[in-house]
């Protein structure tokens, strides 16, 4: 009889044992799924703290890519020809390329522009009265991977046109231009073939083959660079040579 009891007893706390492991259990998958929801909100905090000067760096800063050929994302060509008078003014301002002017027929000014991510770059080509302006300037911010915003800019004009070149970054490069002038650039190379004008480079050479208007003051300037003049006539000149950094 003792051993009955005994036996049932036994039974009755291994059931009651069982039912407390059962109820440990289910505690403690509720105690970890617990910690678990309220880890994520953490977690997420975590994170975002973590990007949160990168989202920052991307709100000001935009970033353009190059195509697989290497040619920028968005590259356009523009082209405008204008009406002028005899004797008519250029005045062109680029940024990151080349200037070329080269002469053409009188009493029409071509203009054609190359631009090397065209939604960086601010563009504009007009006449008014006997002056064609044509600017390109850098616009918007941002990091470019592969190249870099640019402006290539070309002119046929009047041989007899009055020029104003300026760009940085890039060449200036006059042809058969007898028109007075002023030629700049602030990292590249000027070279001239003909006329009375200015020419300055701080950082680049400077190049003159052919002949000088007479009764003209020449002015040929820079700061890192050589100087190379070489006349196609004998003209009678007087040079005024103060050297800073070149030949």
């Known amino acids: 009889m003792a051993t009955g009891w005994t036996l049932l007893l036994k039974k009755q706390l ?8 059962q109820l440990d259990k289910a505690v403690m998958s509720t105690i970890t799924s617990y910690k678990g929801n309220w880890m994520l909100p953490l977690r997420n905090i ?6 949160f000067p990168l989202l920052i760096l991307i709100r000001c800063v935009s970033i353009s890519t190059g195509d697989a050929d290497g040619t920028g994302s968005h590259d356009e060509n523009q082209k405008h020809t204008f009406e002028v008078g005899d004797n008519p003014t250029i005045d062109v301002t680029g940024f990151n390329g080349e200037i070329e002017i080269v002469t ?15 939604n960086r770059v601010s563009y504009s080509a007009t006449v008014s009265g006997n002056t064609v302006t044509v600017i390109a300037k ?3 911010s941002g990091i470019t991977i592969g190249q870099s915003p640019q402006a290539n800019i070309r002119l046929v004009v009047p041989a007899r046109a009055t020029k104003e070149a300026h760009t940085s970054n890039g060449p200036v490069k006059v042809t058969g231009i007898t028109g007075d002038g002023d030629l700049e650039t602030s990292n590249g190379k000027i070279t001239n073939s003909t006329g009375e004008f200015t020419a300055e480079t701080s950082n680049g050479r400077i190049e003159f083959s052919g002949s000088l208007t007479a009764d ?4 040929f300037s820079t700061s890192n660079g050589s100087i190379d003049v070489a006349f196609t006539d004998d003209p009678n000149v007087e040079l005024d040579d103060e050297p800073a950094m070149g030949t």
């Open 216 to 219: 003209s003051e020449n002015e």
């Open 14 to 21: 291994a059931k009651k044992q069982l039912a407390t492991n």
């Open 46 to 51: 975590l994170v975002i703290v973590a990007l």
């Open 138 to 140: 850098k616009s918007g």
């Open 104 to 118: 053409g027929s009188d009493g029409v000014v071509d203009v054609e522009a190359k631009l090397t991510i065209s």
